[in-house]
């Protein structure tokens, strides 16, 4: 079973800037959809961000603009890179695959994807 890994989660001050990194177990096809999702406390799930090569990027519009997701295939890696951040993007973050390519529409949370990992914990403080 593929297992996803996160790292890079931090306390940063708003304004600042993280990546995030998630390494999968298994080699992965460029035409999986990969992608972020986040919950903050008390809140639902947040679908983030996805990436395939066969439907590109796509972003939540509450992160259009400061958020960049990237994959290396070759390494079996997943980035998240995150610029301008605000207390609103407080959460835990995760990165999830489906053997599949991404879907139209915003991108989903954790339900839509076959596997995902543990989280890293980014806190934005003002």
């Known amino acids: 079973q593929m297992q996803l890994a996160e790292s890079g989660g931090d306390s940063v001050q708003a304004g600042g800037s993280l990546t995030l990194t998630c390494v999968a177990s298994e080699d992965i096809s460029m035409q999986w959809c990969m992608g972020w999702f986040r919950q903050a406390p008390g809140k639902e799930r947040e679908g983030v961000a996805t990436i395939s090569s066969v439907s590109g990027t796509n972003y939540a519009d509450s992160v259009k603009g400061r958020f960049a997701i990237t994959r290396d295939n070759e390494k079996n890696t997943l980035y998240l890179q995150m610029n301008s951040l605000n207390t609103e993007d407080t959460a835990m973050y995760y990165c999830?695959?489906?053997?599949?390519?991404?879907?139209?529409?915003?991108?989903?949370?954790?339900?839509?994807?076959?596997?995902w990992g543990k989280g890293t914990q980014v806190t934005v403080s003002s």
């Open positions: 999830g695959i489906r053997r599949r390519p991404c879907g139209g529409g915003p991108p989903p949370a954790q339900d839509w994807y076959a596997y």
